[in-house]
C-alpha cells in the first residue's frame, strides 16, 4: 500500500493508512527524498498511528529515512507510536534514537516550525 | 476458530500476511492489547528471518491449551542454511546479515516459551508460545 505524501505550507506529511510491506517502507522513502528535493520541504512528519506493528526492519528504515532527510536539509518527526507499539519495541530492543517522535501530527509540525523560528540548521538529532 | 493456520513464506508481504493473522487469533483468544502487539512483532521478527536466510518456509500458528490455561502456538519452519551455533545467534546484537541481530533475542523476550533447532544444511525450526494472562 502506497503512503500519500501531502505538502502543506514548506513541510511534507506522510500519513500511513495501513499495513506496510517492507518494499511499500523502502518506497515511502525514496518518495520522501524525491519530494524534499523537488518541494524544497524544510520538514517532514510522517504518521504511524495506524501501525500495529513496528519490526526491527520498520525502526530500522524510519531512522535511515529521517537520516537521509537531514542530510538534505529537512527535519523528520515520527509521529503517533501506539503505546502498546512502543511497549513491544522495547521489549525487542529497539531505539528510534536518532530520529524525533511526538505524540501526533499537531505537536509534530508545532516542533517543526518550532525549529524553524529558532533558525535552527541543524534538527534536533534526538529527543531523548 | 480454525485449529490450525499455515502460511506460506516467501516474501515481505507474507511477513504482513503472517503478522496479521497471528494478530487475529490473538484477539480472538483475548490477549491484552500490548500482548497482541508484542506476539505480532515477534512473528514478524521471524517470518523476516525466513524470508531473509532461508528464502521460504513456513509458519504455522494454532491454540494452545495447558490445563485452564489458552495462548497461541507459533512454529516457524524452513529448509534453509541453518545456523551454526544458535546460543552465539540468540544474543542481541548478533548478526550475519545487515539487521541490529535482534530479531531471535527480542522474540524471545516478547513470547513466553521460546525454542529454536537447527542444523546447517537442514534448516531452522522456532517455536514460541504465548499464554493469555
Ligand atoms: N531462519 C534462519 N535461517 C538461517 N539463519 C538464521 C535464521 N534466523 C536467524 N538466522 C541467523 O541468526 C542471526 C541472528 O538473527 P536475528 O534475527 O537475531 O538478527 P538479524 O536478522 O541478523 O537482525 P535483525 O533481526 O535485528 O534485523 C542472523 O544474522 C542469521 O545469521
Ligand atoms: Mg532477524
Known amino acids: 500500500m502506497q503512503v500519500p505524501i501531502l505538502k502543506q505550507r514548506h513541510y511534507l506529511i506522510a500519513s500511513i493508512q495501513g499495513a506496510l510491506t517492507d518494499a511499500d517502507l523502502l518506497r515511502l522513502c525514496d518518495d520522501l527524498l524525491e519530494q524534499v528535493g523537488k518541494f524544497r520541504s524544510q520538514g517532514v512528519v510522517i504518521d504511524v498511528t495506524v501501525l500495529d506493528v513496528m519490526d526491527s526492519f520498520a525502526t530500522r528504515t524510519l531512522r535511515s529515512i529521517s537520516q537521509m532527510l537531514k542530510l538534505r536539509g529537512a527535519g523528520t518527526v515520527i509521529v503517533g507510536i501506539q503505546p502498546d507499539v512502543a511497549f513491544a519495541m522495547i521489549q525487542l530492543g529497539l531505539r528510534l534514537e536518532g530520529a524525533v517522535t511526538a505524540l501526533d501530527l499537531e505537536e509534530g509540525i508545532a516542533f517543526l516550525d518550532k525549529g524553524k523560528k529558532e533558525g535552527q540548521r541543524t534538527w534536533p538529532v534526538s529527543s531523548t | ?133
Not at chain 2, 476458530?1 to 503472517?18: G, K, P, R, T, Y
Not at chain 2, 542481541?92 to 521460546?114: H, I, K, N, Q, S
Request: charged share 25%; glycine share 12%.
Open chain 2, 1 to 133: 476458530m480454525a485449529s490450525e493456520q499455515h502460511i506460506a513464506i516467501a516474501s515481505d508481504a507474507d511477513i504482513v500476511v503472517a503478522r496479521q493473522a497471528t494478530r487475529a487469533l490473538t484477539v480472538e483468544l483475548g490477549f491484552s492489547s500490548s500482548d497482541q502487539a508484542g506476539v505480532a512483532t515477534a512473528v514478524s521478527e521471524i517470518a523476516r528471518n525466513i524470508v531473509e536466510y532461508a528464502q521460504s518456509g513456513e509458519i504455522v500458528i494454532r491454540v494452545a491449551l495447558n490445563g485452564g490455561h489458552r495462548g497461541i502456538v507459533v512454529v516457524a519452519r524452513d529448509t534453509g542454511p541453518g545456523i551454526d551455533d544458535v546460543e552465539i545467534a540468540m544474543g542481541d546484537g548478533y548478526t550475519t546479515g545487515r539487521g541490529l541481530g535482534l530479531g531471535l533475542p527480542g522474540a524471545r523476550r516478547l513470547m513466553d516459551e521460546f525454542d529454536i533447532v537447527s542444523k546447517v544444511g537442514k534448516g531452522t525450526t522456532v517455536t514460541m508460545k504465548k499464554w493469555v494472562r
